[in-house]
């Protein structure tokens, strides 16, 4: 195949049964901070941000994090899928994306003790074995079996009601520093007892997640998992883990492995937004963990690669050279909702996004957009 017959392939139908989608794009998981605070309601403006990035050609969305409990909440208006009040949000969600054909995936996480500081005082903020999060300067108490019980029940709850809310799936996040992560972690998990010690133990709760989760939304409903291959700290976890996690859940039955890198605590060079992509050399940093990942994925598995994607020559090339299934980004879409659109449309120049991570930075005035390319008021992409 050519590199121009590559890139082409890149906006064909694929299909993964049960999972279908319009082309080989993903919005990656993108916090927006556009529900309410009190209820976890979305927005309509976080609704309708969706639906630009769908309309603008991405062939699958994955939403941002919805907190599965209220304790499990990380942000000031993070959505919240932990009440079955919260099903219509999913259904106008599904409805808004399904009508340009695009999917929909919804994240679920649990925060753990990664958590703004103004949440811990509203619930009890846990973690793995308490004591206070590398992200964060208060308290947090251990989780008890029961808990972790419930944990895993909670996230079953949410797949469930993101099933009846018509999505075509869940992710459930593993990586970044929340919850999973922590229980991950051998240097935040100290636990002894079957949660704590070895790989094994501290693997645990993602095995127990996944089983919960399947048994509530059955075989036919796209279950993945973002993991971050390495947690990027002194005394974490490395990628011999983080791939050997990754080999677990698609040999038990995951869907899909969402390969991401990582942590919020890590440090700027060990982010998972990492700064200063651009077109070329320095694109897709975590491609050679999925090019591992993608050993262990049957032919009915996807393996996503999140991180630092920007040209369509290098995105073709990673397909080609079975590194991925999927591409996904985030902050490209950030700055171009129709990124898709003007690619197919032949406008090939890579995304406009230049990493530089100043979206996160208007989360404190409103939902989350790029200040470099568009417009707050209007909404309008300045094209290149």
């Given at each position: 195949?050519?590199?121009?017959?590559?890139?082409?392939?890149?906006?064909?139908?694929?299909?993964?049964?049960?999972?279908?989608?319009?082309?080989?794009?993903?919005?990656?998981?993108?916090?927006?901070?556009?529900?309410?605070?009190?209820?976890?309601?979305?927005?309509?403006?976080?609704?309708?941000?969706?639906?630009?990035?769908?309309?603008?050609?991405?062939?699958?969305?994955?939403?941002?994090?919805?907190?599965?409990?209220?304790?499990?909440?990380?942000?000031?208006?993070?959505?919240?899928?932990?009440?079955?009040?919260?099903?219509?949000?999913?259904?106008?969600?599904?409805?808004?994306?399904?009508?340009?054909?695009?999917?929909?995936?919804?994240?679920?996480?649990?925060?753990?003790?990664?958590?703004?500081?103004?949440?811990?005082?509203?619930?009890?903020?846990?973690?793995?074995?308490?004591?206070?999060?590398?992200?964060?300067?208060?308290?947090?108490?251990?989780?008890?079996?029961?808990?972790?019980?419930?944990?895993?029940?909670?996230?079953?709850?949410?797949?469930?009601?993101?099933?009846?809310?018509?999505?075509?799936?869940?992710?459930?996040?593993?990586?970044?520093?929340?919850?999973?992560?922590?229980?991950?972690?051998p240097s935040i998990n100290k636990r002894d007892d079957i949660y704590g010690g070895t790989f094994e133990n501290r693997s645990r709760i993602f095995r127990e997640i996944l089983d919960e989760v399947r048994a509530a939304v059955g075989p036919d409903f796209s279950v993945w998992f973002k993991i971050s291959m390495a947690e990027g700290t002194e005394g974490g976890y490395g990628a011999k883990e983080g791939t050997a996690l990754s080999e677990t859940l698609l040999e038990r039955g995951a869907d899909g492995i969402d390969v991401s890198c990582g942590t919020s605590y890590a440090g700027a060079l060990n982010s998972p937004a990492v700064l200063g992509v651009s077109a070329g050399e320095s694109e897709a940093p975590f491609r050679e963990y999925s090019k591992e990942i993608k050993k262990y994925a049957s032919d009915k598995q996807l393996v996503i690669l999140t991180g630092g994607l920007r040209s369509l020559p290098v995105m073709a090339g990673l397909i080609e050279d079975g590194v991925c299934d999927l591409l996904a980004m985030s902050r490209p879409f950030i700055a171009e909702p129709d990124l898709i659109n003007r690619w197919i449309e032949e406008d090939s120049r890579p995304t406009a996004c230049i990493s530089c991570n100043a979206c996160f930075k208007t989360a404190k005035f409103g939902l989350i957009d790029c200040p470099i390319l568009r417009d707050r008021n209007e909404g309008n992409w300045d094209p290149l």
């Open positions: 195949m050519n590199n121009i017959e590559s890139i082409r392939s890149l906006f064909y139908k694929f299909e993964r049964p049960p999972f279908k989608a319009k082309n080989r794009f993903v919005r990656s998981a993108t916090w927006l901070g556009g529900a309410d605070d009190e209820t976890g309601e979305l927005s309509v403006a976080e609704i309708k941000r969706h639906s630009e990035i769908a309309a603008g050609g991405a062939g699958t969305l994955i939403t941002g994090l919805a907190y599965i409990s209220k304790e499990g909440k990380s942000f000031k208006r993070e959505w919240g899928l932990h009440s079955d009040e919260r099903i219509n949000d999913v259904t106008m969600l599904s409805e808004e994306v399904h009508k340009y054909g695009s999917n929909l995936i919804v994240q679920l996480c649990h925060g753990g003790g990664q958590r703004d500081a103004s949440l811990a005082g509203e619930t009890v903020s846990f973690s793995p074995s308490g004591g206070i999060h590398p992200m964060c300067d208060f308290e947090t108490r251990p989780l008890s079996s029961d808990d972790i019980r419930k944990v895993a029940s909670d996230f079953a709850a949410a797949a469930l009601r993101a099933k009846k809310g018509g999505a075509d799936g869940v992710e459930i996040h593993g990586g970044h520093g929340f919850l999973l992560t922590q229980f991950l972690s």
